[in-house]
């Protein structure tokens, strides 16, 4: 069964205080590696598809990288308005019926203070 | 051009009563998933479907849940005979072919059930 986990389940932090977080994951045959952010009341809104071992994707002040066994979301020199939570997930291989849906981790709720 | 529509963004239910909750794919989109997201749970897979087709139920409970998605009309997640349990927030996300996980996700419906 796919597994993924996140951490820190939160994190604070200032201003321009550059971080990363975590996105462990177990999977066989990995398809593809999904970052999303989620505004309070929204739905998930699509970030990066990291799909081998290596592979770095940016779009402005974040950054996503893959290993075989982690993920890492990198924010440079966060403002107020990245504050949301993450959310990691992945897709595994195909079943028999056909493609199926992400296997989501819990999200690491990021705030950001002025 | 409208994102995925999801009505009603909520919906008050009590025990014992049906839900039916409905999503509008994104224009062109053909393929619709549902995933469920409980209180400090991440966002579970329920079921993918394509038009007239259940592609992968695989994430559904056995009981009292069923979807559809006809030729014309949204999508349809109905829930028989609700139990607290049910109450969550339902998010349904559309992509013109097997996107590999780069779904557009609507804002969701959250059930309370009472």
């Known amino acids: 069964e796919d597994q993924v986990t996140q951490s820190p389940e939160a994190l604070r932090l200032q201003e321009g205080e550059s971080s990363s977080l975590n996105c462990s994951y177990t999977?066989?045959?990995?398809?593809?590696l999904f970052w999303y952010r989620q505004d309070p009341g929204k739905g998930p809104e699509f970030l990066f598809t990291l799909y081998s071992a290596g592979e770095e994707k940016e779009k402005e002040r974040l950054k996503a990288t893959l290993t075989k066994k982690e993920s890492f979301l990198h924010i440079t020199a966060p403002k107020p308005e990245d504050s949301a939570t993450y959310l990691c997930?992945?897709?595994?291989?195909?079943?028999?019926?056909?493609?199926?849906?992400?296997?989501f981790g819990k999200g690491t709720h990021l705030i950001i203070q002025p | 051009n409208a994102g995925v529509m999801q009505n009603p963004r909520h919906l008050v239910r009590r025990r014992g009563q049906e839900a039916r909750l409905r999503c509008s794919p994104m224009k062109g989109h053909s393929h619709v998933y549902w995933y469920r997201q409980l209180p400090e749970e991440g966002l579970k897979f329920m079921v993918y479907?394509?038009?007239?087709?259940?592609?992968?139920e695989s994430g559904m409970p056995k009981e009292r849940f069923s979807a559809e998605f006809p030729k014309e009309g949204p999508s349809i997640l109905r829930i028989q005979q609700v139990v607290r349990g049910d109450s969550a927030a339902y998010f349904c996300?559309?992509?013109?072919?097997?996107?590999?996980?780069?779904?557009?996700f609507g804002s969701g419906t959250r059930l309370t059930v009472v």
């Open positions: 479907l394509q038009k007239e087709n259940i592609i992968d």
């Open positions: 999977v066989s045959g990995l398809r593809g």
């Open positions: 996300a559309s992509s013109p072919a097997i996107s590999g996980g780069q779904d557009t």
């Open positions: 997930a992945v897709l595994g291989p195909f079943s028999g019926g056909g493609a199926d849906g992400l296997t």
